[in-house]
């Protein structure tokens, strides 16, 4: 099969995977958002594999497959101290999470025994099979496969697709403004979890207090986010254009926050003198419906995409561009 037919049909049955199990949040993660977030994983390992001069068709495959099993992955284990579980090689164990529907990927996870596998092993297997059933090479096969399965935890000496592919998949994840929007949802997921007889509901205090829960999110909370960034995963980086990458995200971020603060104040100002402070972004997008809708909404919503045509983009429909300011994901929203 051609390069670029068999691209968009593997992309075609990722998105008809994660519309296998129905919406809702599972460790830190959606459905749209783990689509968002292979097409974004996509484009960066693309420009890190240019850079360290990598095989594309390889890092390609591997980051448009590499979380294929992901979905599988529910909730972390814990003892009865309610600490997580881990392996012998650190990894967290997670509670099995089954389809409510099925297709050629969960009939194959099926038939190989993958149940209970970490996502990165289950993945591999996977997509060694799905590639090798459209005709490609056996070598290219185990080299995406190997990629795949190196992404969590990469080893020393590992090949320059492996590498690109763990940088790529932990930039997106963790350092610039995708990772940002995705803490902005994870903040307030949480403080919807954990709220007490009497709290005022999240959605309440944005639009009676945005101070109160604004000023120590974006003054505190951000700020020590991206230092840990740079403290925890900067160094664990295995190429030095993903470095370089990570370095600038960095940057834009902490612009952004002091950006953010301005902002903040100058939406005190107001406040106090009688206006709505509508002109604090941050607040302004917490009052939207999408944003409040926080299950399963694409980063895109966010970025210009003021919504997708009825029913989703639609397999093979491209979604509106928006204004090009902030490219958070993929060229398309992950159709309902």
Excluded at 287 to 303: C, F, K, N
Aim: aromatic share 6%; net charge negative; hydrophobic share 40%.
């Amino acid at each position: 099969m051609e390069h670029t037919a068999l691209i968009a049909e593997l992309d075609e049955l990722v998105a008809e995977t994660y519309r296998l199990w129905d919406s809702g949040w599972v460790t830190f993660n959606w459905r749209s958002y783990t689509y968002d977030h292979v097409q974004r994983v996509r484009g960066l390992a693309r420009t890190l594999c240019m850079r360290e001069e990598g095989d594309p068709l390889v890092c390609e495959l591997a980051s448009l497959l590499h979380d294929i099993t992901k979905p599988y992955d529910g909730e972390h284990v814990v003892d009865a101290e309610g600490k997580r579980v881990v392996d012998a090689n650190g990894f967290w164990h997670n509670a099995p999470r089954p389809p409510a529907r099925s297709n050629e990927v969960t009939a194959l996870y099926d038939a190989l025994g993958l149940a209970g596998q970490l996502h990165n092993v289950s993945g591999a297997v996977v997509a060694e099979h799905l590639l090798r059933r459209r005709g490609v090479d056996a070598v290219t096969c185990e080299r995406v496969a190997q990629a795949i399965h190196d992404h969590l935890r990469t080893p020393s000496g590992a090949p320059v697709e492996s590498c690109c592919l763990s940088d790529a998949d932990t930039i997106d994840a963790n350092i610039g403004l995708p990772a940002f929007v995705r803490n902005i949802y994870i903040h307030l997921h949480f403080r919807d979890q954990r709220l007490a007889p009497g709290d005022v509901p999240t959605d309440v205090l944005l639009r009676e207090a945005p101070l109160d829960y604004l000023r120590p999110y974006i003054c505190e909370s951000l700020p020590l986010w991206s230092e840990g960034k740079q403290r925890d995963f900067v160094p664990a980086l295995f190429t030095a254009a993903g470095v370089r990458i990570a370095q600038e995200r960095l940057a834009a971020l902490t612009a952004t926050w002091d950006l953010l603060r301005r902002e903040l104040d100058a939406f005190e100002v107001a406040s106090k003198r009688g206006g709505d402070g509508g002109g604090a972004p941050l607040y302004a997008t917490s009052r939207r419906s999408e944003y409040r809708r926080r299950d399963d909404l694409s980063l895109r919503d966010l970025a210009g995409c003021r919504s997708c045509p009825p029913g989703g983009a639609g397999l093979g429909r491209k979604a509106p561009a928006g204004d090009g300011r902030l490219v958070l994901s993929g060229d398309r929203c992950l159709p309902p």
